[in-house]
């Protein structure tokens, strides 16, 4: 059995109440898909002829999805290891044509099994953080060998805090934002109160420091490697080849 077999994400339970409860339990999640976009038509929208995406744990493909909301022709390769999340992307995008789904966990493609293909611009979001350190560079690796050239990596993730006192304060803007967003979708009880502790105990999750991450990059040949947005432990980060 692998990595991903013993984790939560291979139970369709885990993955269905995560999608449920993600706007409200992720800080700056509708921001971060702007932010993306925004680099996004920065980078590519002036670029002849067909954009190759690849979304790497996609789970239900709202990365993609919101990319093809700019209207650049693009051409998109969803990997994720849960059948069920796939099935989720598969419904979410079936309007789009040029749209293939792959079942292959983060240790298989490290592996160099699942995927051959190069592409534009390869997509994360709140995935890698199950990898630990070393493998997070083996992805790395990886992903800037299956750009072409001037193509771009983006990380939508969490990150550690540098030190306990920044990270007591990244929980208290944790809880002051879902309190704000419960309030906001009328929601009363202590439904998400638990959500940092599951956060910290889930051993599924192994974030490192943001600057551990940047200089992994920028180690492996990244250039503009660069933080293009944080909030608390919640952070936006890349490079280009």
């Known amino acids: ?32 898909h702007s932010v993306m976009k925004s680099f996004f038509r920065h980078h590519f929208m002036h670029k002849d ?8 744990g996609c789970g239900d493909g709202i ?3 919101e990319l093809k909301q700019t209207g650049c022709p693009l051409s998109a390769t969803l990997v994720d290891g849960s059948e069920e999340m796939l099935r989720k992307a598969e419904e979410r ?17 490290i592996a160099g099994n699942a995927l051959t293909q190069d592409f534009d611009f390869i997509v994360s979001s709140l995935a890698i953080h199950h990898l630990d350190l070393k493998e997070k560079r083996e992805l790395f690796g990886w992903v800037y060998a299956r750009l072409r050239n001037n193509g771009c990596f983006m990380n939508i993730d969490v990150v550690l805090a540098p030190n306990e006192v920044l990270e007591e304060w990244y929980m208290v803007l944790w809880q002051e ?8 979708a009328g929601i009363t009880g202590d439904i998400y109160g638990d959500t940092m502790k599951r956060y910290k105990d889930n051993r599924d999750n192994k974030p490192d420091r943001l600057d551990l991450q940047l200089d992994a990059l920028k180690a492996i040949g990244f250039r503009n490697v660069d933080c293009y947005y944080k909030y608390g432990i919640f952070t936006i980060y890349g490079g280009k080849k």
């Open 1 to 32: 059995m692998g990595q991903f077999e013993k984790s939560h994400w291979a139970e369709p339970d885990f993955g269905r109440k995560f999608v449920e409860s993600a706007d409200i339990a992720i800080i700056e999640r509708k921001r971060s």
């Open 49 to 56: 002829g067909r954009i190759d995406l690849l979304d790497l």
């Open 63 to 65: 990365l993609t999805y």
């Open 177 to 184: 934002w879902i309190t704000e967003k419960k309030k906001e």
């Open 93 to 109: 995008l079936k309007a789009y044509k040029d749209i293939r789904t792959m079942r292959a966990s983060f240790q298989e493609i």
